[in-house]
């Protein structure tokens, strides 16, 4: 895909890896939208010229809150990156419900609603993409992080079976996996971090060659390591 001309709404993208690709979006012409809930964040997209709509993705109010944000227009590019992850490990302490149910809504329900929202719109379009930003964590499991983990395989799946629906007609799926990227998410994470733009970086090359998958960095490794020897990529990842 081509992006000048091309309306493209990023979720998240106000922040991490979902601003860059906002940016790089918009520098390759695009015209972007951007969702999230600071709203300091969410000004400063607008002074770059950027379409802001506020909306927390935790529950069915944020999906409505964008599509009023986007009042009747187009898009032909949706991209759903908003994700976030929250502690759930039994050998620490009782996992928080409230906090899985946010993080299921925002990673799992949010992005398949938004796709249900769209998709009469996108089929529209003479050329659309939605883009599901997923996980290296969706390949293989890390211990530490169950549920968040278990979203991005959930949606790695949807992604598999909406493209198949989807096969032949004017709308391409990609899932992009990104591996560690250094941002808000994973301050508390130590070890080799992927810059948010190099990641971003990726994806868009991903994109912009109408690939199935962008995996990003490391994820590549994992992805190939898996092909052969899935055993070892579950050994490998779940000390993640
Ligand atoms: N960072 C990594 O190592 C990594 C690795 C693999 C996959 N990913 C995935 O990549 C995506 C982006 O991650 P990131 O690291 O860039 O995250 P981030 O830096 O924390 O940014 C998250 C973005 O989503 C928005 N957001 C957060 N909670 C939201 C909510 N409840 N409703 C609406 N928007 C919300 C944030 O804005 P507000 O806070 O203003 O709402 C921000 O714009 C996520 O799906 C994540 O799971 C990240």
């Given at each position: 895909m081509q992006f000048a001309g091309k309306v493209a709404l990023v979720t998240g993208g106000t922040d991490g890896i979902g601003r860059q690709i906002a940016l790089q979006l918009q520098a390759l012409g695009a015209d972007v939208l951007?969702?999230?809930?600071?709203k300091d964040r969410l000004a400063r997209a607008g002074h770059e010229g950027m379409t802001a709509i506020e909306a927390d993705l935790t529950g069915p109010a944020g999906v409505d809150a964008v599509m009023r944000g986007l009042a009747g227009r187009s898009i032909d590019v949706l991209i759903n990156n908003a994700g976030m992850g929250t502690d759930h490990d039994f050998r620490v302490a009782r996992p928080d419900v409230a906090g899985d149910e946010r993080t299921l809504w925002l990673n799992v329900h949010a992005p398949i609603r938004l796709i249900v929202e769209l998709m009469a719109m996108l089929q529209t379009r003479p050329e659309a993409m939605i883009v599901n930003v997923t996980s290296g964590l969706a390949i293989?499991?890390?211990?530490?992080?169950?549920?968040?983990?278990?979203?991005?395989?959930?949606?790695r799946s949807y992604t598999q079976s909406l493209r198949a629906q989807l096969k032949g007609s004017r709308i391409h799926v990609l899932e992009a996996l990104p591996p560690l990227v250094d941002t808000a998410m994973t301050t508390r994470r130590t070890g080799r971090k992927l810059s948010a733009q190099e990641c971003a970086r990726q994806?868009?090359?991903?994109?912009?060659?109408?690939?199935?998958e962008a995996n990003v960095g490391m994820v590549r490794i994992l992805k190939a390591v898996n092909q052969v020897a899935p055993w070892l990529a579950r050994r490998i990842m779940i000390g993640f």
């Open positions: 951007v969702t999230g809930r600071d293989a499991p890390s211990a530490g992080n169950p549920v968040y983990c278990a979203t991005k395989a959930a949606l994806i868009i090359a991903a994109m912009r060659n109408d690939a199935d």
